[in-house]
T-cell receptor, first 113, second 115 residues
Framework: DQQVKQNSPSLSVQEGRISILNCDYTNSMFDYFLWYKKYPAEGPTFLISISSIKDKNEDGRFTVFLNKSAKHLSLHIVPSQPGDSAVYFCAARSTGANSKLTFGKGITLSVRP | DTGVSQNPRHKITKRGQNVTFRCDPISEHNRLYWYRQTLGQGPEFLTYFQNEAQLEKSRLLSDRFSAERPKGSFSTLEIQRTEQGDSAMYLC?????????????FGPGTRLTVL
């Protein structure tokens, strides 16, 4: 049972445009959400996070939006750059679960020059 | 390099053999996690240590799997009598703090192939 779902396996955007990566979750106990970026042959790298008490968190070109009622979050990258091409994982955790992360399957983002 | 390191990076073994992986976390990090990632999936939680205490194990961690963190620093993950289904990327992560709310830093992983 996938508690964190990334239903689109891939996304291709033009350099300079916006990339929107979506994520849905089913577990109401999740109260903290993270996005990780992964290049081939490397481990996941933390990108940005959001607490369930917020609906938006921004860090430079990256913004994460959280809609608790819809159990949906999205990562916006503006403007997209070729170096952003990677696999992006949505992850979630609940504070009562020893902070283990539950990951989605990932989305492969390709930014075309 | 002060990040999380894992050794070996790649391991090829025959079915039935035992393998052991090592993870060296960031030095001051007291929490250490093991995850497994198979093709087309995200990382899945296996087990977690706070200092030397193993506080949680996933149902994915069968009796053939054992993890240790004897001095609260590096950790080892051993798989006995490997099966082809054990082929995966094994990821280690570490974090600092007692609340568990701090970011987890991942190592590059050990890719296991069981023939």
């Amino acid at each position: 049972d996938q508690q964190v779902k990334q239903n689109s396996p891939s996304l291709s955007v033009q350099e300079g445009r916006i990339s929107i990566l979506n994520c849905d979750y089913t577990n109401s106990m999740f109260d903290y959400f993270l996005w990780y970026k992964k290049y081939p042959a490397e481990g996941p790298t933390f990108l940005i996070s959001i607490s369930s008490i917020k609906d938006k968190n921004e860090d430079g070109r990256f913004t994460v939006f959280l809609n608790k009622s819809a159990k949906h979050l999205s990562l916006h990258i503006v403007p997209s750059q070729p170096g952003d091409s990677a696999v992006y994982f949505c992850a979630a955790r609940s504070t009562g679960a020893n902070s283990k992360l539950t990951f989605g399957k990932g989305i492969t983002l390709s930014v075309r020059p | 390099d002060t990040g999380v390191s894992q050794n070996p990076r790649h391991k090829i073994t025959k079915r039935g053999q035992n393998v052991t992986f090592r993870c060296d976390p960031i030095s001051e990090h007291n929490r250490l996690y093991w995850y497994r990632q198979t093709l087309g999936q995200g990382p899945e939680f296996l087990t977690y240590f706070q200092n030397e205490a193993q506080l949680e194990k996933s149902r994915l961690l069968s009796d053939r799997f054992s993890a240790e963190r004897p001095k609260g620093s590096f950790s080892t993950l051993e798989i006995q009598r490997t099966e082809q289904g054990d082929s995966a990327m094994y990821l280690c992560a570490s974090s600092l703090g007692t609340s568990g709310l701090n970011e987890q830093f991942f190592g590059p992983g050990t890719r296991l192939t069981v023939l």
